[in-house]
T-cell receptor, first 114, second 111 residues
Framework: EAGVVQSPRYKIIEKKQPVAFWCNPISGHNTLYWYRQNLGQGPELLIRYENEEAVDDSQLPKDRFSAERLKGVDSTLKIQPAELGDSAVYLC??????WGHGYTFGSGTRLTVV | GQNIDQPTEMTATEGAIVQINCTYQTSGFNGLFWYQQHAGEAPTFLSYNVLDGLEEKGRFSSFLSRSKGYSYLLLKELQMKDSASYLCAVRDGVGTDKLIFGTGTRLQVFP
């Protein structure tokens, strides 16, 4: 079974430029999460989807961040325009209704804004 | 408020036993998870406790006391490959039912 797939793996952009990240969750996992992890910190939730519905986006900086999950499968997270402080690892995770195994995380996208 | 505390760094010797503690104060509680994260990699699931007591899984065990808001991860027969960050996360079970992560404990295992 394929895990959670994210791309790109690394991204370097100049500030004020747009950037997008893509995530393909585990097949059958209805819940999808985007987390941001700063260096030396734990992941922080940005947005959570149940199927195609965003059920928690309270920590998503909506002035510059947007996300979508069309058809309840793949998801994209976009930043426009990027700021220096957005440099972090962006992790996508998915889960089923069985919480006994927690989330499965993708490898993440390491974003560097210069 | 939501608060999850764990030590920032720990060191141990190959073959030894190490205990990583985690205390939490969250608005709700519906389970506690431990994840392992090697540098530059994604977190991987280690254990899940929802009831009080000890869960053992090979060299790793996790303990939970809900009344004390306390958990620990016990690693036995340490190996060099156990050098990683260990993340404690609480499923808050309230509202949007998400995982709230601590900052992680960076463990270094020396020969």
């Amino acid at each position: 079974e394929a895990g959670v797939v994210q791309s790109p793996r690394y991204k370097i952009i100049e500030k004020k430029q747009p950037v997008a990240f893509w995530c393909n969750p585990i097949s059958g996992h209805n819940t999808l999460y985007w987390y941001r992890q700063n260096l030396g910190q734990g992941p922080e939730l940005l947005i959570r989807y149940e199927n195609e519905e965003a059920v928690d986006d309270s920590q998503l900086p909506k002035d510059r961040f947007s996300a979508e999950r069309l058809k309840g499968v793949d998801s994209t997270l976009k930043i426009q325009p990027a700021e220096l402080g957005d440099s972090a690892v962006y992790l996508c995770a998915s889960s089923s209704s069985d919480w006994g195994h927690g989330y499965t995380f993708g490898s993440g996208t390491r974003l560097t804004v210069v | 408020g939501q608060n999850i505390d764990q030590p920032t760094e720990m060191t141990a010797t190959e073959g030894a036993i190490v205990q990583i503690n985690c205390t939490y104060q969250t608005s709700g509680f519906n389970g506690l998870f431990w994840y392992q994260q090697h540098a530059g990699e994604a977190p991987t699931f280690l254990s899940y406790n929802v009831l009080d007591g000890l869960e053992e899984k090979g060299r790793f065990s996790s303990f939970l006391s809900r009344s004390k808001g306390y958990s620990y991860l016990l690693l036995k027969e340490l190996q060099m490959k156990d050098s990683a960050s260990y993340l404690c996360a609480v499923r808050d079970g309230v509202g949007t039912d998400k995982l709230i992560f601590g900052t992680g404990t960076r463990l270094q295992v020396f020969p």
